[in-house]
């Protein structure tokens, strides 16, 4: 009983802390554009991703970091709309330990020689009783042709909160400090949340579903399922996302250490094509002793 009264306090604290989060951040207005997601598998699903505990979840919900158990390197790049002006590129490395958490450090790169923008993150993500939550500070630098160089310094906070043994909520939300680029124009980031339900009814199947908000733009929806094959060495995606409406296929090997993901994404014209890429190298398990099993 003492169990699950604690394991009810720790939900319900997590809800509530979301929640406040989301209402404050409603009331912030933000003058310029931004971007918080990264890695093919959670392209492959529209980027409904805010629930998955992948190695790249220190830059789609840093709650979820935690759930990765073993020490992983990875890259990504990512072609969008088919421009080659419009790449992302971005790496990480993530290191579990045995108490139900997991640090991560990653780098972050979007755009060209007549606008980038370059991102430097650390963030920590921890378990307790069901509920996962994570803290990540960034150094965000922007450069531009005709507008010099600005950096900020741009927190998150995220958490995934396992309602039974099906059915996962997770909230993400992005710049909570409302980071200023331009002080004497008092420009800011964009404070972005996103909150969504995953639902597993098997060991295979995963379905995804959640919104996006960001004080520049209205809320849209994505949704996202992955199936895993032949003991999971193939994983094979799909996702669609509302605005611009746009379909997504996605498709990860795994063979021991090495997992390769690639997705495809199609938006409406006259948008055109991306594509994507990752790879991640599982470099030492961690021990289990002391914390219960976690699968990727």
Not at 26 to 39: P, V
């Amino acid at each position: 009983m003492a169990l699950f009264l604690r394991f009810r306090l720790a939900k319900q604290t997590f809800l509530l802390i979301s929640a406040l989060l989301c209402a404050i951040s409603a009331e912030l207005h933000a003058q310029s554009g931004g971007r918080n997601e990264a890695g093919a598998a959670a392209q492959g699903m529209g980027n409904a991703a805010v629930t998955v505990g992948d190695a790249q979840a220190m830059f789609n919900n840093i709650g979820a970091l935690c759930e990765v158990e073993k020490t992983t390197a990875w890259a990504s790049y990512e072609n969008r709309f088919s421009m080659l002006n419009l790449p992302t590129f971005s790496a990480g490395f993530v290191m579990p330990n045995s108490r139900n958490g997991a640090v991560g450090v990653g780098v972050w790169r979007f755009g060209d020689g007549v606008y980038n923008e370059h991102r430097l993150a650390l963030g920590y993500s921890h378990k307790v009783q069901g509920v996962s939550l994570g803290f990540q500070a960034n150094y965000l630098q922007i450069m531009g042709q005709g507008t010099g160089q600005r950096s900020a310094l741009v927190l998150e906070f995220g958490g995934v909160a396992q309602l039974s043994n099906k059915l996962f909520l997770g909230m993400h939300i992005y710049n909570l400090n409302q980071a200023k680029v331009q002080t004497f124009l008092d420009e800011r980031l964009p404070t972005v949340m996103k909150a969504g339900l995953s639902y597993r009814p098997t060991n295979k199947l995963t379905i995804n579903a959640e919104t996006e908000k960001d004080t520049d733009n209205p809320a849209y929806l994505k949704a996202g399922l992955a199936y895993d094959m032949l003991s999971e060495k193939i994983t094979l995606r799909m996702g669609l996302r509302s605005q611009p409406f746009s379909s997504f296929w996605g498709l990860s090997l795994r063979h021991r250490k090495l997992v390769i993901d690639y997705a495809f994404g199609y938006y409406d014209q006259p948008l055109g094509t991306s594509h994507g890429i990752t790879l991640a190298y599982v470099i030492h398990k961690k021990s289990m002793s002391g914390s219960a099993k976690v699968t990727d």
